[in-house]
């Protein structure tokens, strides 16, 4: 199974902050690649598949970036709704793995 | 407007078996990839199985290999999620998750409309 990892596992910032995540996987994914966001008791929210594609009505403060192995999810001045866990996921290869999550708190 | 409809929470004893349901409307149905996905407290993600209705065929995680059973009604716009042989282990939430088109995509397996999630716990 591909194996995905994310840095940090927490991320602390404040409201304005640009943050970045970074999703590694174990062998290429191409740019097959997805981001979610998750709030507690909450079902996740697609921000951005195919790598860099923004999904409908996500803020454009989020962009994806990268291919291949290593990926980057970038918040551009963080706003009180963006503290959140944030999973990455590929769906290029059988079974389809999500990463571990990244929790964004307030610093 | 997408909605993904599970049904109810389950309670199970181990060596049991659940079926979880997956009401979904908007767009058209059979041409969609679907997948479930659970989430054990506090834990991250985990996939376990999908199907693209039109081609019937479902694919499942070898982690779940013989205990895991994906079904679609296309007649009512529903998918299945069987799960057998219960443990405690399998206690989570299962989200049934629509993803991309195989219409317009070659790659279809994210998720972009999640349901609430439905808790399955295991206790004797």
Redesign the interface.
């Known amino acids: 199974?591909i194996q995905m990892t994310q840095s940090p596992s927490t991320l602390s910032a404040s409201v304005g902050d640009r943050v970045t995540i970074t999703c590694r996987a174990s062998q290429t994914v191409?740019s097959?690649l997805?981001w979610?966001q998750q709030t507690p008791g909450k079902?996740?929210?697609?921000l951005i598949?195919?790598a860099s594609t923004l999904?409908t009505e996500v803020p454009s403060r989020f962009s994806g970036t990268g291919s291949g192995t290593e990926f980057t999810l970038t918040i551009n001045s963080l706003q009180p709704d963006d503290f959140a866990t944030y999973?990455c996921?590929q769906?290029?290869i059988?079974?389809?793995?999500?990463?571990?999550?990244t929790k964004v708190d307030v610093k | 407007q997408v909605q993904v409809v599970q049904s109810g929470a389950e309670v199970r004893k181990p060596g049991s078996s659940v079926k979880v349901s997956c009401k979904a409307s908007g767009g058209t149905f059979s041409y969609y990839a679907f997948s479930w996905v659970r989430q054990a407290p506090g834990q991250g993600f985990e996939w376990m199985g999908g199907i693209v209705p039109i081609y019937g065929k479902p694919s499942h995680s070898r982690k779940f290999q013989g205990r895991v059973t994906v079904t679609a009604d296309e007649s009512t716009s529903t998918v299945y999620m069987e799960l057998s042989s219960l443990t405690p282990e399998d206690t989570a939430v299962y989200y049934c998750a629509r993803g991309g088109s195989t219409l317009s995509e070659n790659y279809y397996y994210y998720m972009d409309a999640w349901g609430k999630g439905t808790t399955v716990s295991v206790s004797s």
């Open positions: 199974d191409g097959w997805a979610y079902a996740p929210k697609l598949h195919k999904e999973y996921q769906y290029n059988y079974p389809f793995t999500f990463g571990p999550g």
